[in-house]
């Protein structure tokens, strides 16, 4: 039988009657003759209720009790989707990441999947299981405890399976009709592509576009999985989202072609340490040990020896920086005046491949930042993005900007 990965996301799970709304879909495929592979997320909100719990319980939580709490929302909605196609008579079961197994690393919330024995699955198809449903998000370390994939880590669940089963397509169910030029909630002239390039949506992905997962879009890109992003809320033909494919299925062809932002970003200064070899690792080493995932980077000028160092991180993980800045500083590895934190920043980047052969894609992003008379604190670029640190309300102002400015409503 041809195997088909159907993934719902958070809204589309969100209450029973959605997810009997899911279930008809899943329904559906297995009528048109699929096994079904159905990978759910937790209820829309319920990751991170479960994430401000272990916050307020331990500010700087054990990451494998963390694991324990936030994977939990899917198991409910998993159980919940095998009892709904199980009353519309449709033989289907439920599965934890670790019965199926889901072999992951043991980085606790930021796990990587390893790899999925297909045996306990297949089993189950050749006695007439028509669905298997998949708790999305989770796994299972070599030490045998519960893993989490990062935020956002159903998508990779879903795309992994599909590797892992030689699965027809990944179809990713979500609450828009596809990926945008920039996300449709906060530009209204955002317009849905047809098709994307892996590169493209990677670096979307990774810059804040949440649409996707980053290590689903990796993981599709290596194992050539057909990946698909569409709505559930739809009706939806064959054609119907988008396809996410190698450059050469790609018609259009534009310098930059989507806007990205990082709402929840913070900018903190080391103020005056010493400029010396080994400075950086001294500071950037211990931010690693404590998993502070640093982002951006400045040095300043240096005077009479002295320095400023600025870095981005995620804003919930600024108490985890100062803790681990204070200690190195205890322990005598590094000295500074003062360690300032803003937490009010954002991170808008534009993305394209078509930035490796034109110039002038900066220059043209700073003036249309310029003429809405906003700062830029720091800048990042690669070879198919630029990324400015902004202060944040002034966020979506820059994303519409910039999507006029690169004029992204119009078909290229
Ligand atoms: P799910 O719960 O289904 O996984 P997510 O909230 O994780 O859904 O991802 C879908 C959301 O991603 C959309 O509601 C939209 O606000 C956001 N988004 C950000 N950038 C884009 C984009 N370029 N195209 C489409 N959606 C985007
Ligand atoms: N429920 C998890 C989250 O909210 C995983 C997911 O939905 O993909 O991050
Ligand atoms: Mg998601």
Redesign the pocket.
Known sequence: MPTLVMK?????VATLDRIRRAAKRVGREVANGYDVIVIV?AM?GKTNELVEWVSETSPLFDAREYDAVVSSGENVTAGLMALTLQEMGIPARSWQGWQVPVLTTSAHGAARIVDIPRKNIEEKFAEGMKVAVVAGFQGISPEGRITTLGR?G??TTAVAFAAAFGAERCD?????D????????ICEK?RKLDRISFEEMLE?ASL????LQTRSVELAMRYKVKLRVLSSFEDNDESAGTLVCDEEGIVESRTVS?V?YSRDEAKMTLVSVADRPGIAAAIFGPLADAGVNVDMIVQNVSDHGRTDMTFSCPVDQVARAEHALGEARERGEIGYEELLADTHVAKVSVVGIGMRSHAGVAAQMFKALADEGINIQVITTSEIKISVLIDRKYMELAVQALHDAFELEKVA
Do not use: H
Not at 172 to 176: C, E, F, G, K
């Open positions: 719902f996301g958070g809204t589309s997320s829309a956002g159903s998508d990713i169910y979500t609450d828009v596809g990926v945008y030029t920039t996300d449709p909630r955002a979307l804040g576009a949440k649409v989507g990205a």
